[in-house]
Structures are given as structure tokens and as C-alpha cells.
Nanobody
Framework: QVHLVESGGGLVQPGGSLRLSCAAS????????IGWFRQAPGKEREGVSC????????YYADSVKGRFTISRDDAKNTVYLQMNSLKPEDTAVYYC???????????????????WGQGTQVTVSS
């Protein structure tokens, strides 16, 4: 059974940084692409970033390119999202997903994700 636990969220001022972590268990971690979605109040869940298990290739939403960096540590079954130059519009609950190819992170395919963690709240405000 897939189990995902996100952490690292919090309140940060605009321009600040946070590092999110997602610890995974219940499946062969290094066999799967893994990434991050986010959902702001009143908005649809959107794909933010994904990293492939095959060649480490990555996907970033246009809104976070150049500011966010995704990485994975297969030895620790953990994926990270380093978020720099944060903006108020980055405020959302961030979720990791482990059963969706990176191809599906753009567009409204979040409903294809089978298991979600509890999410971690990121609030960017002065």
C-alpha cells in the first residue's frame, strides 16, 4: 500500500525559501516517477514538478521554472522540492504523488493519482 508523508511547509515571506520533503513507502520507490502537485483555495489541483525514475529528467510548471528544484534520494525513498523566490501565488497545500508519469503533470490529470499524502501547507505572506 502506497504511503506518502509530506513535510517542510510553513509560513514564509515573499522572496523566501522552503524545502519540502516526501517520504514514501509501500512500493518500489526507484521504479516510479514521483512529483508534486499543489492546490490553492478555490482552485483545481495542479502539477508543479516531477522527476523521472529512468533518467532523472524533470518537469516544471511554467509558473515555477527557475525557482523550484526537484530531487530524489532513492536510498531514502524521499523526494524533495526546493522552493526559492517564493511568491504569494505559491500559497497552497502541496502534495506528492508517486503513481503518475511525468507526462501527465501538465493538464488536468490529477484525478489519475491513486494515492495522496496528507499534504503540507505553504503560505507566502508578509
Amino acid at each position: 500500500q502506497v504511503h506518502l508523508v509530506e513535510s517542510g511547509g510553513g509560513l514564509v515571506q515573499p522572496g523566501g525559501s522552503l524545502r519540502l520533503s516526501c517520504a514514501a513507502s509501500g512500493f518500489t520507490f526507484d521504479d516510479y516517477a514521483i512529483g508534486w502537485f499543489r492546490q490553492a483555495p478555490g482552485k483545481e489541483r495542479e502539477g508543479v514538478s516531477c522527476i523521472s525514475s529512468i533518467d532523472g529528467s524533470t518537469y516544471y510548471a511554467d509558473s515555477v521554472k527557475g525557482r523550484f528544484t526537484i530531487s530524489r534520494d532513492d536510498a531514502k525513498n524521499t523526494v524533495y522540492l526546493q522552493m526559492n523566490s517564493l511568491k504569494p501565488e505559491d500559497t497552497a497545500v502541496y502534495y506528492c504523488a508517486a503513481d503518475l508519469p511525468c507526462t501527465y503533470y501538465s493538464g488536468s490529470y490529477y484525478h489519475m493519482v491513486g494515492s495522496w499524502g496528507q499534504g503540507t501547507q505553504v503560505t507566502v505572506s508578509s
